[in-house]
C-alpha cells in the first residue's frame, strides 16, 4: 500500500442553494442527549509535563443515537476545529448517523468563553483538546448504549491535531482513560508541523488523515515525512490528498473553492518541535515558539469542495464499515 493517496473527484448533486456531495445522508436520530465532561484547561507545557492540576471546567457534547432499543452501538467522537463546532461537524454526524453509528460531538470553546481562536491560537493551548477527547472518551465508553470498544475519535483542523497525536502512547499513559482506547483516529486536514518527544510511538489501531492537497492554511507537506516514519514503525495509517481541495473543504456553509480568511493565522511557514521539560520551540531560531514568531503569517484560505467532500464521505463510510464490523 502506498504512503498516501491522491484520490480522483467524483460527481456531486446541487440541491437548492447548497451543492452537497452525493449521495447525502439525512438520518432521524431515535434520541439527542447532552453530557457533562469534566476536564481541565492547561497550558501546552503543562501537559507535555503530565500537570494534572490545571483549571477545571465542564465542557459539553452532543450525543445522537441513530436506533431504538438496547443493544450497544459503535460511535465516533467529533472534535470540531477553530472556529467552534461548525456546518461540517453536523454534516458529518448525518452521514454517521446513516449507516447506524452513534455521534457525540464535542464543544472544547463555548465552557471556556470561547467562539472561536482562529485570529488568535493563544487563546487556547493545542493540546488541550486532545484531553477533552480522552475526558469524552471516558464519559462516552459507560453509556450503556454504546460499545465501548468501537469508538472512534474523528477531528477537523485544530480537532484533527487532537485526533493525531491523541494516538501517541505517551500521551495516553498520561491522561488517557484507563482500560479503554480509541479503535481508530481520522483526522481532516490535521496541522503537523510540530515534531513531539516520542510521537513515532503511536497505537496500533488504524489511523487515517484526509488532506488537500491546495491547502495553504495549514498545508500537507509536513503530514508525508511524518506518515512515512510512522509507517516505518510499523503503524497502520495511511494519508490521502484531495487535489484541488482547501482547508475546511468539507464545510458546506463555505462558498465552493478558495475564500481568503484575512484574519485567520496560519503556521504554514513554521516548523516547530518539543524540547525536555515541556518547552515548544521554533525549529529555525532554537527560541520558545509563540504565535508572535515570524512565521506565523495571516490570510490563507479556506473553501467548500462538494467532490472532495464526497470522496471522503464514501471513504470514511467504508473504513468504518470494515473497521467497526458494521452490518
Known amino acids: 500500500m502506498s504512503i498516501y493517496l491522491r484520490v480522483a473527484m467524483v460527481g456531486t448533486v446541487c440541491l437548492g442553494f447548497n451543492c452537497l456531495c452525493a449521495p447525502t ?11 457533562a ?14 500537570e494534572k492540576n490545571g483549571t477545571s471546567v465542564t465542557i459539553a457534547g452532543s450525543l445522537r443515537i441513530p436506533s431504538l432499543g438496547t443493544d450497544r452501538l459503535p ?8 472556529g467552534g463546532v461548525g456546518g461540517n461537524v453536523d454534516r458529518w454526524s448525518q452521514e454517521l448517523n446513516g449507516i447506524g453509528l452513534a455521534t ?8 471556556r468563553g470561547l467562539q472561536s481562536t482562529s485570529a488568535n491560537q493563544a487563546l487556547l493551548g493545542r493540546l488541550n483538546m486532545i484531553l477533552d477527547s480522552y475526558r469524552a472518551l471516558a ?35 498520561m491522561y488517557g482513560p484507563e482500560g479503554t482506547t480509541f479503535a481508530a483516529y481520522l483526522p481532516f486536514y490535521t496541522p503537523c508541523f510540530t515534531t513531539y518527544i516520542d510521537d513515532a510511538d503511536v497505537s496500533d489501531k488504524p489511523i487515517r488523515l484526509f488532506h488537500g492537497a491546495a491547502n495553504d492554511y495549514v498545508p500537507v507537506e509536513p503530514c508525508r ?19 484541488d481541495a482547501h482547508h475546511a473543504f468539507d464545510n458546506p456553509v463555505l462558498k465552493e473553492g478558495p475564500q481568503v480568511a484575512p484574519q485567520a493565522q496560519t503556521t504554514r511557514r513554521c516548523s516547530v518541535k518539543e524540547e525536555p521539560a515541556g518547552t515548544i520551540i521554533n525549529a529555525a531560531t532554537k527560541q520558545p515558539f509563540t504565535m508572535e514568531d515570524p512565521c506565523v503569517e495571516r ?8 467532490a472532495a467532500t464526497a470522496a471522503s464521505t464514501q471513504a470514511v463510510k467504508e473504513f468504518l464499515r470494515v473497521t467497526l464490523k458494521l452490518n
Open 25 to 35: 445522508s439525512k438520518a432521524q436520530v431515535a434520541r439527542t442527549e447532552l453530557h
Open 37 to 50: 465532561i469534566p476536564t481541565l484547561t492547561l497550558s501546552d507545557r503543562d501537559f507535555l509535563t503530565g
Open 75 to 82: 460511535a465516533v467522537i467529533l472534535v470540531h476545529g477553530s
Open 104 to 111: 457525540f460531538a464535542i464543544d472544547s470553546f463555548t465552557a
Open 139 to 173: 464519559v462516552l465508553s459507560t453509556h450503556p448504549r454504546i460499545d465501548p470498544a468501537k469508538i472512534v475519535l474523528m477531528g477537523f483542523s485544530r480537532g484533527g491535531q487532537a485526533t493525531l497525536y491523541a494516538s501517541l502512547n505517551r500521551f495516553q499513559r
Open 225 to 243: 515525512p511524518y506518515v512515512e516514519r510512522l509507517r516505518k514503525a510499523g503503524k497502520d495509517v495511511t494519508l490521502t490528498e484531495f487535489p
Open 299 to 306: 490570510g490563507p484560505h479556506v473553501g467548500y469542495n462538494a
